[in-house]
């Protein structure tokens, strides 16, 4: 029997670095393990097999040589007659016969033996393309890992910048509406300040004007008259109002219609 050719092994797929490629390869690699478990251990028990009976062949046959080999040495120690010489010749016929039972014997077995070194050699390189692959799916499951942990990296740097350009934003916008206020608190001053001037000047220009009319004039005195006219009036109102509300009914609050208008924090209107 012819040795068996080694087999090839098996192309290695290119990984596309995705988990579906790792779990299918786990399942290739499972299933190639089983296959080559089940083939190992019956190569094995065919290749003993094979040899166990090659060697009793062998060993038959052996012994077949030896027993022919003895009764030709018998024969030769005798006297060669025609009958012998036929027994002679039938001898020789058997140990021929014997010789290449051995020798084919001995062909079975030495092929048994290479076949088994060939499984052997099978299964060595079954182990190694396993190896392999169990080597190049750690890569990808590190790869994989890799690239999550910079994308991870990468959105929380991305966040960071949002944040830190949200706050900036809400920085400048305060920032500008301080501005904004600092400058209507300005042209509101400035604006009270020409009010006041305008006040001063009109009353500088009415005391001008009244230092041109001579010196200790009297100031023109009110009636008796009006002024009891105006107290009547404004205690007639007030008891109007009272009146109106009904004895013990508490004074009535000031509006805050014009603070509430202006909001809470501002400065109070310039009189």
């Known amino acids: 029997m012819a040795a068996r050719k080694k087999k090839a092994a098996p192309a290695r797929k290119k990984s596309t670095g995705s988990v579906s490629d790792v779990n299918k390869l786990e399942t290739e690699l499972n299933s190639l393990k089983a296959k080559l478990d089940q083939a190992r251990e019956k190569q094995e028990k065919d290749a003993a097999k094979a040899a166990e009976k090659a060697a009793k062949e062998a060993e038959k046959a052996a012994k077949k040589a030896k027993a022919a080999q003895e009764k030709l040495k018998t024969v030769r120690a005798k006297k060669k007659t025609a009958a012998q010489q036929r027994q002679l010749a039938t001898a020789r016929s058997a140990a021929a016969a014997a010789k290449k039972a051995a020798d084919n014997a001995k062909a079975t077995a030495q092929d048994a033996k290479a076949q088994l070194a060939s499984i052997k050699e099978d299964n060595k390189m079954a182990a190694k393309v396993a190896k392999a692959v169990a ?58 300040k020409k009010k006041a001037a305008a006040k001063a000047k009109k009353a500088a220009a009415k005391a001008k004007k009244a230092a041109k009319k001579g010196p200790g004039r009297p100031k023109k005195a ?28 508490p004074k009535k609050a000031a509006a805050k219609k014009s603070t509430a208008k202006r909001g809470p924090g501002r400065p109070p209107k310039s009189k």
Do not use: I, N, W
């Open 222 to 249: 009110a009636t008796k008259k009006a002024a009891t006219k105006k107290a009547a009036s404004k205690k007639a109102a007030t008891k109007k109002s009272t009146a109106k509300r009904g004895p013990g009914r």
């Open 135 to 192: 080597k190049e799916e750690a890569a990808v499951t590190k790869k994989l890992a890799a690239e999550a942990k910079k994308k991870a990296a990468a959105e929380a740097k991305k966040a960071a910048a949002a944040a830190k350009k949200q706050a900036a934003a809400e920085k400048k916008k305060a920032a500008a509406a301080a501005k904004k206020k600092a400058a209507a608190e300005k042209k509101k001053a400035a604006a009270a």
